[in-house]
């Protein structure tokens, strides 16, 4: 089988790729405020490169459909520098990828597509229908439409470059093909499909794989009494570190689980503390803030006020009025006052010591949940060895990179996604603009 352009995993980079790889560019590459007046662009059939997509599911999007509680926050609202910036040391990398295809591009792109999208409050973006299904499906018809040519349920064991054309070997076909893009994930999610393949033809073909790490994961604790809470959640807790000498510092919603804590703002937290936590270091302090919207000296007004006010009510029942009980529960424990006492009989130094620890509680960090249980894997393909402009290989021309399997990933709200649209969509141009 011969083809032009050969997509490997059809997960959100793949899908974007093969839609960039086969339709015309005037109905992909133009400006967003064109993109919003003329929808009708999407609907025709197009007239790109002949184009193949291999996935070893048997069906497209597999991890797509999980994304965001099966939701899938498909980008963020914001100011493009801001975007930029959140993914750090990467963003320059990103930052053509990011102007040439960005988030409002992108929201043009879908309800291009028949989409309907919604803005949340915190500024991310979601089908109305709040199905994940929804953002495969527009995609996967799109391709249809455009003539892509679907290999399901085929996984790629190994791809060789011979004279002009790369050869593509499944278990039973060889697919022969002017230029690959390698959108294959990374290793989060493996049920999904991301093995870690793409990082086995990169080295292949000469590419530096930067170590794949865990991402947007639970932390583990040396503590235990996170256990005790397992399945609590607080919508507004701030999330503080200092690593390096520099402060870090995350906020949303954190959950206690069986071995330690989890929840938005701790995903965010270990983006910046997995890479410093390999075996045999010592464990990374945080402090929680289960109050952030008071200073230390509003709060401790506020209760020392409902202490005095309620001198028969138990300590942990008025602490409760801030945080969940259970977790009022423990702070007492730790604070040596017990779930018992009275208001009336709470010390002032106590006190101070349980104002501290709504404010500044103290864990110690081991660890992360294993990398199969994390949203985003961190390292991948060096992006010191792709075009910025192209995401084409500086090694290997003709080899494409795009989406997770990338060294880049951004913070939970839909950055993540943003990076396959983006990259996906410009390797797939590329990819097609020569042929």
């Known amino acids: 089988m011969r083809t032009k352009v050969c997509v490997i995993g059809a997960g959100p980079a793949g899908l974007m790729a093969v839609i960039f790889a086969a339709s015309p560019a005037d109905t992909t590459l133009r400006s967003s405020a ?133 050869v593509v070997r499944t278990a039973k076909e060889t697919v022969y093909a002017e230029k690959i893009i390698i959108a294959t994930g990374g290793l989060s999610w493996p049920k999904t499909g991301s093995t870690g393949d793409g990082y086995r033809f990169a080295q292949q073909f000469g590419h530096t794989i930067v170590e794949p790490r865990a991402s947007l994961v639970p932390l583990v604790t040396c503590e235990d009494w996170p256990g005790q809470l397992a399945g609590t959640a607080m919508e507004d807790v701030s999330v503080s570190a200092r690593i390096n000498n520099k402060k870090i510092k995350t906020a949303g919603a954190i959950i206690f689980t069986d071995d330690g804590i989890g929840g938005p703002s701790v995903l965010n937290m270990s983006r910046y503390i997995a890479r410093y936590l390999p075996a045999g270091r010592k464990p990374i302090g945080i402090s929680l803030d289960l109050a952030p919207l008071l200073s230390e000296a509003e709060f401790e007004k506020q209760i020392t006020e409902r202490l005095a006010a ?62 199969n249980e994390a949203t985003v894997t961190s390292g991948g ?53 020569d042929l």
């Open 34 to 166: 064109s993109l919003r007046s003329t929808r009708a662009g999407y609907a025709k059939a197009g007239a790109g490169s002949s184009t193949t997509v291999i996935e070893a599911n048997t069906s497209a999007g597999r991890k797509l459909l999980l994304t965001g509680a099966g939701r899938c926050n498909l980008t963020h609202q914001a100011e493009l520098a801001e975007v930029v910036r959140e993914f750090g040391d990467k963003g320059k990398f990103l930052s053509y990828c990011l102007h040439r295809f960005s988030p409002q591009y992108v929201q043009d792109f879908f309800t291009g597509l028949g989409l309907r999208l919604k803005i949340e409050k915190d500024d991310c973006v979601f089908p109305t229908g709040d199905r994940a299904s929804d953002v495969r499906d527009v995609l996967v018809n799109r391709a249809k439409k455009l003539g892509v040519r679907f290999l399901y349920g085929k996984r790629v064991s190994g791809i060789d470059r011979k004279e002009d054309a790369f």
């Open 310 to 371: 309620n001198p028969k009510k138990r300590v942990a029942n008025i602490l409760s009025e801030f945080v969940p009980k259970r977790v009022s529960g423990v702070l007492c424990g730790q604070a040596g006052c017990g779930d018992e006492l009275a208001a009336g009989q709470l010390t002032r130094d106590v006190r101070k010591k349980l104002v501290r620890l709504l404010k500044a509680l103290p864990i110690s960090v081991a660890g992360t949940r294993p990398i």
């Open 381 to 433: 393909v060096s992006v010191s060895e792709i075009k910025p402009k192209t995401m084409e290989s500086k090694i290997c021309p003709g080899l494409f990179f795009a989406g997770e399997v990338l060294d880049a990933d951004g913070p939970c709200g839909g950055y993540n996604l943003q990076i396959c649209w983006s990259t996906g969509a410009l390797a797939g141009s590329s990819a097609s603009k």
